[in-house]
């Protein structure tokens, strides 16, 4: 017998053995109908699938005028797209185990069908209705099939110009129409939605992602949008590149230890990562907040949040130099500072932008 095969029928025989001395339920079990079992877990695919789409439509609600306003306000270069304010998607854009019931409660087919239209956007304003089924734009064929949304997306990116009319072919009730639009010019910085019950939201310089934990816990659509201002600014800002400059830096001298015969761990590579993080954090604060003042949402509260965060996560009240992020204490101050100072340039009929340092 070969060594591999004696530690499979070995293990085999382990697994066996404490499997059985395992301590068993005391009761019986239900024995249950199969069948029922069945239209159970397509009830509960149902529900699910309802669940997420709410939450979808919620959260490119809240950021769609956010991404525009981030392309108004933004000082620099970032990068910007044309946009209708459409959310579109066929059946494929779900998980295999999902798809049947998309066809089932949104009717999703092989062509692509828009599923949201966002308030006060061009697609609203021109008359597209959720369940539009896309035909083409500006003359040319829009994609069905498993691939076609990724080749919409491109074709999007290609006809569509801010400022710009095109015609946009749909179906509705398989009645062909021709729709006049006129896309606006938004931040290129895609924000998705993530299972995950913890409260916390990411950018990584290209997309923002906002966990459901955060969905849940931002109790109105002002707190949500600062969570996204803050995630979009860091974005705006540079603040990942920055960040992997500084860990770069900070290798340099790990590597240079190295060559000394000094082992250091990745030390000053860590530091390096984490020089400024505090300071970053507080810029994406304050930048945020003009970003969000540039759209319909109202920071006037905005800083109660913090009060709230702090009662989740009551370690952060007090301040430490080591955290990634200022005290929250110090970010309710500094956000209510930042709000009169808004308010301020408002009054004053100033430009709402944030106040640069001079290089």
Request: include cysteine.
């Amino acid at each position: 017998m070969s060594s591999r095969r004696y530690f499979r029928l070995f293990g085999t025989l382990l697994l066996s053995a404490i499997i059985a001395g395992c301590a068993t339920p005391r009761t019986k079990r239900i024995k249950v109908d199969e069948a029922l079992v069945e239209i159970e877990a397509q009830k509960q695919r149902e529900i699910a699938l309802e669940s997420h789409m709410e939450d979808q439509e919620r959260l490119q609600r809240v950021a769609f005028p956010l991404l525009v306003a981030a392309a108004a306000a933004a000082v620099g270069k970032i990068k910007v797209h044309a946009t209708l304010g459409i959310v579109y998607a066929n059946k494929y854009n779900f998980d295999d185990d999902f798809q049947d019931t998309a066809v089932k409660i949104l009717d999703m087919g092989d062509p692509l069908r828009i599923a949201q239209v966002i308030p006060d956007s061009p697609a609203a304003r021109a008359g597209l209705e959720v369940g539009d089924v896309l035909g083409a734009l500006d003359g040319t064929a829009v994609a069905v099939g498993k691939d076609a949304f990724e080749d919409t997306v491109k074709l999007f990116d290609d006809k569509l110009k801010a400022g710009h009319p095109i015609i946009l072919t749909v179906y509705r009730d398989r009645q062909k129409k021709d729709i006049n639009i006129t896309p606006v010019e938004a931040f290129d910085c895609p924000v998705r939605l993530k299972q995950g019950e913890r409260i916390q939201a990411t950018a990584d310089g290209k997309v923002v992602v906002i966990y459901k934990g955060m969905l849940r816990f931002a109790r109105n659509d002002d707190e949500l949008a600062l969570v996204i201002s803050h995630e979009l600014a860091h974005n705006t800002e540079g603040h990942t590149k920055a960040k992997m400059a500084n860990y770069a830096l900070g290798r340099l001298a790990d590597i240079a230890a190295a060559a000394a015969g000094v082992n250091t761990r990745g030390f000053f590579g860590q530091l390096g990562a984490r020089a400024y993080s505090q300071d970053f954090e507080a810029e994406a604060d304050y930048v945020g907040l003009y970003i969000m003042s540039r759209s319909a949402m109202n920071i006037d509260d905005a800083a109660h949040f913090w009060r709230r965060m702090a009662v989740i996560h009551p370690g952060n009240i007090q301040r430490n130099y080591m955290n990634s992020h200022p005290a929250t204490p110090e970010r309710f101050v500094a956000i209510e500072k930042t709000i009169g100072e808004i308010h301020g340039k408002r009054s004053a009929g100033q430009a709402l932008v944030p106040e640069y340092k001079r290089k």
